[in-house]
């Protein structure tokens, strides 16, 4: 099955770092950091995914919202609660992370064993938990555009009920 994949799709690079997510030594191959945010342009999935790892690790919104734009959008479905969630452009995607990094309060259980970049076919695909923070299991999907910001992402949760 993953060669039939590769195949079809290019090759899947999985990040080492996605084995268990390491929150105090988070830290992207760029040469972006948190001091120089207006020079931050990715040019790259995997310099995009970085800097989104990093900045998930650390709970930072607003390199976070690096990786979108006004033409972004986020579809959220949580299958404790059936709620069927859609975030559009920057405004609606920011107040997403707020409220999910205020969700995250403890992230001792944090782990991502699935990280899989795709630079053809421009997306990212992410399989991570936090239950010491009640997300039992989460599954997201980045498209990413020409321009290397977040064009669609489509998140599956589980949270304890």
Not at 30 to 53: C, I, L, P, R
Not at 66 to 83: C, I, M, N, P, R
Not at 133 to 157: C, H, M, P, R
Request: hydrophobic content about 40%; some cysteine; charged content about 15%.
């Amino acid at each position: 099955l993953a060669q039939a994949s590769e195949a079809q799709t290019g090759p899947l690079v999985a990040q080492p770092s996605c084995t268990t997510y390491p929150i105090a030594t988070t830290t992207t191959s760029s040469s972006f950091s948190s001091g120089n945010m207006a020079e931050y342009k990715a040019t790259s999935v995997q310099m995009a995914w970085d800097n989104h790892f990093a900045a998930f690790g650390a709970q930072d919104v607003d390199k976070i919202m690096l990786d979108y734009d006004e033409q972004s959008t986020a579809e959220v479905f949580d299958w404790t609660s059936g709620k069927h969630d859609s975030f559009v452009g920057l405004a609606q995607i920011r107040e997403m992370f707020t409220a999910l990094f205020a969700e995250l309060s403890d992230l001792s259980t944090l782990e991502a064993p699935v990280c899989l970049a795709s630079e053809p076919n421009l997306s990212v695909f992410l399989c991570w938990k936090c239950p010491s923070s009640g997300i039992l299991s989460a599954t997201d999907t980045f498209i990413f555009g020409e321009n290397f910001k977040v064009k669609q992402q489509n998140i599956v949760v589980t949270r304890k009920a």
